[in-house]
T-cell receptor, first 118, second 112 residues
């Protein structure tokens, strides 16, 4: 149980275009979803936290107009990188947290999406 | 400031050998500590989770220890295999915000 999927697993796009990444909780309802960014040989950096039906909370230094997050249902959150530039190339990982199992802080991670902007 | 530091930054060992990875944290209030394995290009996979009252937790060849007094944890890998080559991340959860505080990770390479 507690499986989180991401789509696509990798994407290549041209500079200036927008890219949407989906994060789905397959077998539980995710009241909260998190979006992380990971650069090579570095650990995960939290970008934003989203609760179903409300606006996302962005970490300091993350541009909310550039990284649009939508958490429209309890099983789906999307991250849209708008007007992507080469410096946005990174590994994006989502995680989902629900009320399952009694541990309210457990996050289940997706497999990640590799974004390359040319 | 809540921080999680890991050592060594990277490690190379021969197949079949044991190794121990270290994690020191200053997160408060403390909720729990987790060890994750992350293969290159993949999301993190949970290995162990320990709460304040737990000293040790095993998962196959992985054994994690926790000393809540000194705020230190270790992950011991026994009889390493080539498939153990990955990054190992220590994550401490803040019981106030339930946020995950990530360590810097240890990159382990197991050689044949």
């Amino acid at each position: 149980g507690a499986v989180v999927s991401q789509h696509p697993s990798w994407v290549i796009c041209k500079s200036g275009t927008s890219v949407k990444i989906e994060c789905r909780s397959l077998d539980f309802q995710a009241t909260t979803m998190f979006w992380y960014r990971q650069f090579p040989k570095q650990s995960l950096m939290l970008m934003a936290t989203s609760n179903e039906g409300s606006k996302a909370t962005y970490e300091q230094g993350v541009e909310k107009d550039k990284f649009l997050i939508n958490h429209a249902s309890l099983t789906l959150s999307t991250l849209t990188v708008t007007s992507a530039h080469p410096e946005d190339s990174s590994f994006y990982i989502c995680s989902a947290r629900g009320a399952s199992g009694g541990r309210t802080d457990t996050q289940y991670f997706g497999p990640g999406t590799r974004l390359t902007v040319l | 400031k809540n921080q999680v530091e890991q050592s060594p930054q990277s490690l190379i060992i021969l197949e079949g050998k044991n190794c121990t990875l270290q994690c020191n944290y200053t997160v408060s209030p403390f909720s729990n500590l987790r060890w994750y394995k992350q293969d290159t290009g993949r999301g993190p996979v949970s290995l162990t989770i320990m709460t304040f009252s737990e000293n040790t937790k095993s998962n196959g060849r992985y054994t994690a220890t926790l000393d809540a007094d000194t705020k230190q944890s270790s992950l011991h890998i026994t009889a390493s295999q080539l498939s153990d080559s990955a990054s190992y991340i220590c994550v401490v959860s803040d019981s106030g915000t339930y946020k995950y505080i990530f360590g810097t990770g240890t990159r382990l390479k197991v050689l044949a």
